[in-house]
């Protein structure tokens, strides 16, 4: 029998993968959201602008006092850095994730998002700072999974398929809301509709990709986690308030009542962007960015269930064999990284102390990546090997 010690080492080695459901669980909570905050008439950058308004509001009183006493000083650099973050991890890359949305599904969406890990690899290769190496296996899986992804992504967006009746509860929550005049397209229902949200959702990627690159620049230059996110949310409010008052000036639009709204824009920027992240660093610091990433997917399956169980929304047989075929790549890209970096620890073990950069990243994604929020090992400076500094930066999704 177990003794007391021993089913506390095995409570205290189940924390991190609970820690991970539950962050998991809030990014798939935010696109369920989303998707009634959208169907109740709200405008997508007035959505995005108000969920970093909340994230900053938190996240900023938060690093202030934990980073106090040793924040170094804010350059222009930094700035610059944390304006770029803001931009395309922010600004860009949650505008087109939940355009994306509005024009397909939530399950559709946040299948896509798990294509950030190969299109963050694509950026870079192509900017040199990753080596492709073909010739070795993890190589060749990092670009095996990667084709599997985008594969996955073209079938998703070209092929609908037959409907698949898992279960039906007869509650479709978007139905009993008052949209406010505004009536969405239903999910899949136009190929027009599908192709447009496909490319909406790989802009998001790519926005998010160069979001990691650039974050693993800041991370470098400025290794103040928590003030990183505050600088970035606080960026990403203003790019995002800016952006949304060019295009929408009704006050109506603007409000805030005790409704769906405000509840989308104050978890989305509260759980999702402030407290997820702190849990998501801790995760990454305990067991590092890949035991963190492979839990990505699972956002994907809560959301299907969620959107079949709350919206009412149909599966089709062309939405479930491409995101297996992008969760099956995401998984070959993970295993090709986990072995490149096994295999640099073997080749280097005196250099396992020095400094690197693995960021984390949901889908948001993202999440929110994210997203939801994606934890993202591709990013790495020369070769060198992170063990000192396993903790992300903040994507707010």
Same mark, same amino acid.
Not at 293 to 321: D, H, Q, R, T, W
């Given at each position: 029998?177990?003794?007391?010690?021993?089913?506390?080492?095995?409570?205290?080695?189940?924390?991190?993968?609970?820690?991970?459901?539950?962050?998991?669980?809030?990014?798939?909570?935010?696109?369920?959201?989303?998707?009634?905050?959208?169907?109740?008439?709200?405008?997508?950058?007035?959505?995005?602008?108000?969920?970093?308004?909340?994230?900053?509001?938190?996240?900023?009183?938060?690093?202030?006092?934990?980073?106090?006493?040793?924040?170094?000083?804010?350059? +222009?650099?930094?700035?610059?850095?944390?304006?770029?973050?803001?931009?395309?991890?922010?600004?860009?890359?949650?505008?087109?994730?939940?355009?994306?949305?509005?024009?397909?599904?939530?399950?559709?969406?946040?299948?896509?998002?798990?294509?950030?890990?190969?299109?963050?690899?694509?950026?870079?290769?192509?900017?040199?700072?990753?080596?492709?190496?073909?010739?070795?296996?993890?190589?060749?899986?990092?670009?095996?999974?990667?084709?599997?992804?985008?594969?996955?992504?073209?079938?998703?967006?070209?092929?609908?398929?037959?409907?698949?009746?898992?279960?039906?509860?007869?509650?479709?929550?978007?139905?009993?809301?008052?949209?406010?005049?505004?009536?969405?397209?239903?999910?899949?229902?136009?190929?027009?509709n599908r192709v447009m949200g496909s490319f909406l959702a790989v802009a998001s990627c790519l926005c998010y990709a160069l979001w990691l690159i650039i974050?693993?620049?800041?991370?470098?230059?400025?290794?103040?986690?928590?003030?990183?996110?505050?600088?970035?949310?606080?960026?990403?409010?203003?790019?995002?308030?800016?952006?949304?008052?060019?295009?929408?000036?009704?006050?109506?639009?603007?409000?805030?009542?005790?409704?769906?709204?405000?509840?989308?824009?104050?978890?989305?920027?509260?759980?999702?962007?402030?407290?997820?992240?702190?849990?998501?660093?801790?995760?990454?610091?305990?067991?590092?960015?890949?035991?963190?990433?492979?839990?990505?997917?699972?956002?994907?399956?809560?959301?299907?269930?969620?959107?079949s169980l709350l919206l009412n929304e149909k599966l089709y047989l062309g939405c479930l064999l491409g995101a297996a075929l992008i969760v099956i790549g995401?998984?070959?890209?993970? +295993?090709?990284?986990?072995?490149?970096?096994?295999k640099i620890d073997e080749e280097s073990p005196a250099e396992a102390t020095r400094e690197s950069i693995d960021v984390a990243v949901a889908q948001e994604?993202?999440?929110?990546?994210?997203?939801?929020?994606?934890?993202?090992?591709?990013?790495?400076?020369?070769?060198?090997?992170?063990?000192?500094?396993?903790?992300?930066?903040?994507?707010?999704?």
């Amino acid at each position: 029998m177990m003794g007391g010690r021993d089913w506390s080492e095995v409570a205290q080695g189940l924390k991190p993968a609970a820690a991970m459901v539950l962050i998991q669980t809030s990014f798939a909570g935010v696109n369920i959201l989303y998707k009634l905050a959208l169907n109740d008439g709200m405008d997508v950058k007035v959505l995005v602008a108000y969920r970093y308004i909340f994230a900053a509001a938190f996240i900023s009183p938060v690093a202030f006092f934990i980073e106090r006493k040793r924040r170094p000083k804010i350059t +222009w650099k930094i700035l610059g850095l944390t304006f770029l973050c803001g931009l395309f991890g922010a600004t860009f890359a949650q505008n087109l994730y939940v355009s994306s949305m509005k024009l397909t599904s939530a399950t559709f969406t946040s299948a896509m998002a798990n294509l950030v890990p190969a299109v963050t690899f694509i950026l870079a290769v192509s900017f040199r700072l990753e080596r492709l190496g073909i010739r070795t296996n993890y190589g060749r899986a990092k670009v095996l999974g990667t084709l599997l992804g985008l594969g996955g992504a073209m079938l998703l967006t070209f092929y609908k398929g037959a409907g698949i009746e898992l279960w039906s509860t007869n509650i479709n929550l978007s139905e009993q809301q008052d949209h406010g005049g505004h009536h969405l397209a239903a999910p899949h229902s136009e190929s027009g509709n599908r192709v447009m949200g496909s490319f909406l959702a790989v802009a998001s990627c790519l926005c998010y990709a160069l979001w990691l690159i650039i974050q693993a620049k800041l991370a470098e230059a400025y290794p103040c986690h928590y003030s990183n996110a505050a600088l970035m949310c606080l960026m990403g409010s203003i790019q995002a308030s800016i952006l949304a008052l060019c295009v929408e000036r009704h006050r109506i639009q603007w409000r805030l009542g005790f409704d769906i709204r405000l509840l989308t824009a104050a978890y989305s920027g509260i759980f999702a962007s402030g407290m997820s992240f702190t849990l998501l660093g801790w995760c990454i610091k305990k067991k590092g960015p890949v035991y963190a990433s492979v839990f990505n997917p699972l956002m994907l399956l809560l959301v299907a269930i969620l959107s079949s169980l709350l919206l009412n929304e149909k599966l089709y047989l062309g939405c479930l064999l491409g995101a297996a075929l992008i969760v099956i790549g995401l998984y070959i890209v993970l +295993w090709g990284k986990g072995r490149e970096a096994s295999k640099i620890d073997e080749e280097s073990p005196a250099e396992a102390t020095r400094e690197s950069i693995d960021v984390a990243v949901a889908q948001e994604a993202a999440t929110d990546p994210g997203s939801g929020n994606v934890c993202d090992p591709n990013i790495r400076k020369g070769e060198e090997v992170k063990q000192k500094a396993n903790k992300p930066g903040c994507s707010g999704f």
